[in-house]
């Protein structure tokens, strides 16, 4: 470092601000560490290994649970929520990525976690490398696959409906022969996806009916079967074949008697009366009808509160639902707390789980979002602190 430069870092840090001395708050009223983030998830890890047990409990003596830890495990932490479901039973994990599948590098065998999204065949050299196994749905992907020098395990996708990925049932025992003559491929698994097993039963049945068939019709060993998400292994534990791939169940939702693993939570930063006409938030989409008391509460659409819950549903405050009122701010939700005695700063908010005896669920509040439980939980951002329990 040159003398200039020290002078000049001495000299900023001689004008630095002293630190600030927070206060002593009420810890019955705000949570732990909240002095340093105001916003975080409480993650129960004893949940989510109670949940792969009670999932492989619901199928035949045998299946494979397969834990689907794509998306930060559905934002709930992928590495913390993998380990606990190998805990709790399951035998492999599944992601979208390659990024996703190389940080769980060393939980388990890089073979048992299977990399379930669209790759380009540009990704194919890094693929081979990492040992994982490799969903495919095309020649073209295998073909890349084969030609990196590397012994890559793949699993055969075949579109029986979804629509999305999957080498067409007629295509797809000459894919599987070429997979098995490949030298640099191992044929480990073959696999489909429900588009619509939480609804439409007779679709899940015929989605099924074509993959037996299709496997059946391959010629060659097809590997570990496996079709059921999660509602799928819900509703037809019959269709479970080798294994299944469980996500948003492993987090205690949309399944029945799972226990709901992550609760999100907030503080109250401001407290104030409105009087009738006053109005709160962007657009000034709420109106006071009286006299109220709003309380601001530290969270926003930055952190997983969708704007499509301005003036929908509620948030819990000291045991009691207070109404979510005006737009949802970036960094902000406001709430009329006029009928919770006592409300003030400091105050812990409880946007997703429990407190005393009201419960919220994510099902709950994806139903205010106008959208599905997967996706409020893995929109919960990167400023949410996750606090893990076992």
Known sequence: ???????????????????????????????PNARLSLRWADVDLAAVRANCARILEHLPKGTRLLAVVKAGGYGHGAVQVARAAIDGGATGLAVATLEEAHALGGLISARDILVMGGLTQAQAPDA?????????????LATALAGTGHEVSVHLKIDTGMGRFGSAPADAPDLARFIDQSPGL??????????????????????????TETVAALGVDPG??????????????????????????????????????????????????????DTVGYGAKWKATGTHRVATVAIGYADGVHRARSNRGDVIVRGRRAPLIGAVSMDAITLDVT????????????????????????????????????????????RVERRYSE
């Open 1 to 31: 470092m040159s003398s200039a430069r020290g002078a000049c870092n001495a000299s900023h840090s001689a004008r630095l601000a002293p630190a600030v001395r927070y206060p002593v708050l009420d810890s019955e009223r705000l949570a």
């Open 128 to 140: 081979a490398a990492g040992g994982w196994s490799i969903g495919v749905s095309s020649r073209e």
């Open 186 to 211: 191992d044929l480990a698994g073959t696999w489909t996806h429900f588009a619509s097993s939480e609804s439409d039963d007779a679709m899940t049945k015929a989605q099924f009916a074509r993959f």
């Open 224 to 277: 570990m079967r496996h079709a059921c998400n999660s509602m799928g292994a819900h509703n037809h534990p019959d269709f479970a074949l080798d294994a299944v791939r469980c996500g948003i169940a492993i987090y205690g939702c949309e399944w029945p008697g799972t226990q709901p693993a992550l609760a999100l939570r907030s503080v109250v930063t401001h407290v104030k009366t409105v009087d009738a006409g």
């Open 339 to 382: 009928d919770v005695p006592g409300v003030q700063t400091g105050d812990v908010a409880t946007l997703i789980g429990a407190d005393g005896d009201e419960r919220i669920t994510a099902e709950e509040v994806g139903e205010w979002s106008g959208t599905i439980s997967y996706e409020v939980l893995t929109s919960i951002g990167p």
